[in-house]
């Protein structure tokens, strides 16, 4: 089994940034795709970037800009680096790996429990 867990939210004031950190552990024998998506209250969840395990990375037009995702593939870790916040950030962010695990030898998909960022003044 693979747990992805994540940390780094919390309550910032408008303009101040944070990093968010995403860490599998279990049985990963390979991870793929990394991303996050965020689901604000009475939204439907989107996603604000993902990265390949060449690194290379996509953000929607309205993700890009602030946000920045980067991969540690030795430490099994997404990150994602977010400045300049505004209220309408808020939101639960939760990380997505496409793992493979020595368990299934298949490919999974895998989320994290979700991590509250609050941007108020």
């Known amino acids: 089994q693979v747990q992805l867990v994540e940390s780094g939210g919390g309550l910032v004031q408008p303009g101040e940034s944070l990093r968010l950190s995403c860490a599998a552990s279990g049985q990963v024998v390979a991870i793929h795709t990394m991303a996050w998506y965020r689901q604000a209250p009475g939204k439907q969840r989107e996603l604000v970037a993902r990265i390949g395990h060449d690194e290379s990375s996509y953000y929607p037009d309205s993700m890009k800009g602030r946000f920045t995702i980067s991969r540690d593939n030795a430490k099994n870790t997404v990150y994602l680096q977010m400045n300049n916040l505004k209220p309408e950030d808020t939101a639960v962010y939760s990380c997505?790996?496409?793992?493979?695990?020595?368990?299934?030898?298949?490919?999974?998909?895998?989320w994290g429990q979700g991590t509250q960022v609050t941007v108020s003044s």
């Open positions: 997505f790996m496409n793992v493979k695990t020595s368990s299934s030898g298949f490919w999974d998909s895998e």
